[in-house]
């Protein structure tokens, strides 16, 4: 089992920054991806990024990429999404996912946080 606990969010302004935080518990998490999705209100869960603990790749929405940076720090077991240029299209609920790096990570991974919500003002 993988517990996934989200923090971070928040109101900003259109062209501000904020820094997701996921911390998981539970397991070792060598041979998984972690990452976020986003659900914003009427709308279906869609990824974001995601990177694969062991090796660190990573990989981006297009709508993200260039503005939003996924990390991890391997001795805290947590990632991180640094969001800049934020945009009002940008809110939604960011929801932290893990599961094994063979099954990816899609709208039916295994393991989620609770969400954090964020939330861009123009």
């Known amino acids: 089992q993988v517990q996934l606990v989200e923090s971070g969010g928040g109101l900003v302004q259109a062209g501000g920054s904020l820094r997701l935080s996921c911390a998981a518990s539970?397991?070792?998490?060598?041979?998984?991806?972690m990452g976020w999705f986003r659900q914003a209100p009427g709308k279906e869960r869609v990824f974001v990024a995601a990177?694969?603990?062991?090796?660190?790749?990573?990989y981006y929405a297009n709508s993200v990429k260039g503005r939003f940076t996924i990390s991890r720090d391997n001795a805290k077991n947590t990632i991180y999404l640094q969001m800049n240029s934020l945009k009002p299209e940008d809110t939604a609920v960011y929801h932290c996912a893990a599961d094994l790096a063979s099954k990816g990570l899609t709208a039916s991974s295994r393991y989620w946080g609770q969400g954090t919500q964020v939330t861009v003002s123009s």
């Open positions: 539970g397991r070792t998490l060598s041979g998984y991806d």
């Open positions: 990177i694969r603990w062991t090796g660190g790749n990573t």
